[in-house]
């Protein structure tokens, strides 16, 4: 059973910093690209970033380039975003998401997301 | 960035009735591949979001055949034939031709 566990949240201060991991299961995971999507409380759907499986390429969202990085451990089949100088509007519910390899077959798992929140 | 319009944003449905949500992009979301990049995803009460369709027709794994996905280019639906009670949640279209990804607002079905 594919499974992918985020946790990490919590809350800190403005301009503080998390790491937010995402453990993977049940499938073999350096195979697969990953992507972590947000959604701020009563809010839709944001995505953040994208690493591809094995790490070479990377994309952000305008709204946290500079700030977060997204990376990953294959060997410990997990996922990484690091978030530096958090705002308030980064207070999110956090969700890593697989991806295909290949042909696009869409953001097929999810996880149960992690809560960030940004408050002093 | 390409945007993602989604109507209606609140669906009120009665069972076994029909339902459809029109999702239109600012670009058109055909890739070299010959397919478009839109999916669709749900996102019940209290859950992660799930797959229900990606490149605009393939239904995931697991989805019911009453959810259909149709469309090409800037414009695109998708219908469930008869709605049931599980289906309540939020419908969220996205494109994944280029990024950033990006989502519609989002609608709303809840059962009348």
């Known amino acids: 059973e594919v499974q992918l566990v985020e946790s990490g949240g919590g809350l800190v201060q403005p301009g503080g910093s998390l790491r937010l991991s995402c453990a993977a299961s049940?499938?073999?995971?350096?195979?697969?690209?990953m992507n972590w999507v947000r959604q701020a409380p009563g809010k839709g759907l944001e995505w953040v970033s994208y690493?591809?499986?094995?790490?070479?390429?990377?994309y952000y969202a305008d709204s946290v380039k500079g700030r977060f990085t997204i990376s990953r451990d294959n060997a410990k089949n997990s996922l990484y975003l690091q978030l530096n100088s958090l705002r308030a509007e980064d207070t999110a519910v956090y969700y890593c998401?697989?991806?295909?390899?290949?042909?696009?077959?869409?953001?097929?798992?999810w996880g149960q997301g992690t809560l960030v929140t940004v408050s002093s | 960035d390409i945007v993602m319009t989604q109507s209606p944003l609140s669906l009120p449905v009665t069972p076994g009735e029909p339902a459809s949500i029109s999702c239109r992009s600012s670009?058109?979301?055909?890739?070299?591949?010959?397919?478009?990049?839109l999916d669709w995803y749900l996102q019940k009460p209290g859950q992660s979001p799930q797959l229900l369709i990606y490149?605009?027709?393939n239904r995931a794994s697991g989805v019911p055949d009453r959810f259909s996905g149709s469309g090409s280019g800037t414009d695109f639906t998708l219908r469930i034939s008869r709605v049931e009670a599980e289906d309540v949640g939020v419908y969220y279209c996205?494109?994944?031709?280029?990024?950033?990804?990006?989502f519609g607002q989002g609608t709303r079905l809840e059962i009348k």
């Open positions: 998401a697989r991806d295909g390899v290949g042909d696009w077959i869409g953001l097929d798992y």
């Open positions: 490149l605009t027709s």
């Open positions: 996205m494109q994944a031709v280029q990024t950033p990804i990006t």
């Open positions: 690493i591809s499986h094995i790490g070479t390429t990377i």
């Open positions: 049940g499938f073999t995971f350096s195979s697969y690209e």
């Open positions: 670009q058109s979301l055909l890739y070299i591949n010959g397919y478009n990049h």
